[in-house]
């Protein structure tokens, strides 16, 4: 991978990461909360969680495996465990709230669809402008 590559990543990381942090603060505001009950911590979980997510894309896109929907699903699985396995452990050091694996699961699986989907499209794009 070249020095390219690595600062789109980190780019579409940081840009990400941004979004989903100012959208928590809204609806946190939104719902009369003036602070992060869960602090520093949230914001380093929530970062770990967004590196996971990003690398399971990254094997979605580069993985050499066809068809596209079993590549998306050989990527997905490892990634929700691994992400569910975060979250366990992050209960070893707080309480965890009732639904954080539902949360991890809807947040996690939604966005990844969503990315799944964005990159199917750009893929056939790709071809019809090849043909």
């Known amino acids: 991978m070249n020095k390219k590559n690595w600062l789109s990543m980190v780019s579409v990381y940081s840009t990400i990461y941004t979004a989903i942090t100012l959208l ?12 992060d009950p869960s602090g520093n911590w949230h914001e ?20 050499p495996v066809k068809p ?6 050989i990527a997905y ?7 569910f396995l975060y979250v366990w452990s992050s209960g070893l050091r707080e309480e965890l709230a009732k639904t954080a694996y539902r949360d991890i699961w809807m947040n996690f699986t939604g ?4 990315f ?3 990159n199917a499209v750009w ?5 019809k402008r090849k043909e």
Do not use: H, Q, W
């Open 24 to 35: 928590n603060s809204i609806v946190y505001l939104g719902n009369g909360i003036y602070e």
């Open 68 to 73: 596209l929907v079993f590549r998306y699903v």
């Open 111 to 114: 966005l990844f669809i969503l």
């Open 44 to 63: 380093l979980d929530r970062a770990i969680i967004l590196l996971i997510g990003m690398t399971a894309f990254i094997l979605c896109t580069k993985l």
């Open 123 to 127: 893929i056939f794009v790709r071809k």
């Open 116 to 118: 799944c989907i964005v």
């Open 77 to 83: 699985v490892p990634s929700m465990l691994l992400a």
